[in-house]
C-alpha cells in the first residue's frame, strides 16, 4: 500500500507499508529526476537543479543502503534517458514481516516539522 501527501504545507511525505512473502526481500525505492544527486547521510539525499534544492530523507526504517542508478537502457533497442538518474534506497525485509518505507521530500526553504507520519490506516481519521 502507498499513501502521499503533503504535510502541514511543507513537504512531501511517500510512505509505503509491504509485506514480505515467506522469503527475505530486497526492497528497492526510486525516483527518476533531472537534477544533480549527492548522497550526503546514510538515510538521505539532496538534489539540486535550477538553484533549488530538495531533500529526500528516509524516516523509517532506520536502516538503509542510499544509492544512485544511472538510467541506461539494458539493450540497445530501448529508448535513452538522457539527463536522467534514479536515486533511493534499498532495504531487506525478513521473511513474513511488515515493513513501513517513510520517505520525506523536503524543499529547501521548508520549516522543520517534528510531524509524526502515522500508519496508512489512520491518515483519514
Known amino acids: 500500500m502507498r499513501g502521499v501527501a503533503i504535510v502541514d504545507g511543507q513537504f512531501v511525505v511517500v510512505r509505503d507499508e509491504v509485506t514480505a512473502t515467506d522469503r527475505e526481500a530486497n526492497v528497492r525505492w526510486t525516483m527518476l529526476t533531472t537534477a544533480e544527486a549527492k548522497i550526503t547521510a546514510k538515510n538521505a539525499i539532496e538534489l539540486r537543479k535550477d538553484g533549488k534544492k530538495l531533500k529526500i530523507e528516509v524516516v523509517e526504517p532506520a536502516k ?16 535513452q534517458n538522457p539527463g536522467t538518474i534514479l536515486v533511493g534506497f534499498e532495504v531487506k525485509a525478513p521473511p513474513g514481516t511488515s515493513t513501513a518505507l517513510t520517505v520525506k521530500l523536503t524543499p529547501q526553504h521548508a520549516k522543520v516539522s ?12
Open 64 to 79: 538503509v543502503t542510499m544509492k544512485t542508478w544511472p538510467t541506461l537502457p539494458p539493450t540497445d533497442y530501448e529508448s
Open 114 to 125: 517534528k510531524s509524526k507520519i502515522k500508519e496508512l490506516e489512520n491518515w483519514m481519521k
